[in-house]
């Protein structure tokens, strides 16, 4: 299932998905976040990057009129075409359509359609 927690959404450039990962790791390291670990594992790193990006888009357009609430960004959690090991990752509606992106490594993802037909949360 989908969710969509606001009524407008501002789309995202996708390339500044990458962008923005630099800023976000900056402030992982701020906070002293600095390894991987079952308790701060992929679903944090994508609550993280989404929740400070949304923060910041908030602050950046506070004083401007724009229909948008917030960015087209969010979680997705699914199942890995092995079957056995989930996932998360960020999602985002870009000039490019919806694409995929890890906040653990920096990287964009190509879910197959078995993965995305396996997501079993996606939160805007």
Not at 9 to 29: G, I, M, P, T
Not at 34 to 58: I, P, S
Request: net charge neutral.
């Amino acid at each position: 299932s989908m969710y969509f927690g606001d009524d407008s959404y501002a789309e995202v450039n996708s390339a500044w998905l990458q962008k923005w990962y630099h800023e976000y790791r900056s402030q992982l390291s701020r906070v002293g976040i600095v390894n991987w670990n079952e308790r701060f594992d992929c679903n944090r790193f994508v609550e993280f990057y989404t929740g400070l990006a949304q923060a910041y888009y908030f602050r950046e357009s506070f004083h401007r009129q724009s229909p948008a609430h917030a960015l087209a960004l969010g979680p997705i959690w699914y199942t890995r075409d092995n079957g056995r090991t989930r996932h998360a990752l960020v999602q985002a509606i870009t000039e490019r359509g919806r694409v995929f992106f890890d906040p653990q490594n920096g990287r964009e993802v190509e879910l197959t359609p078995a993965e995305q037909a396996s997501a079993y949360l996606m939160v805007f």
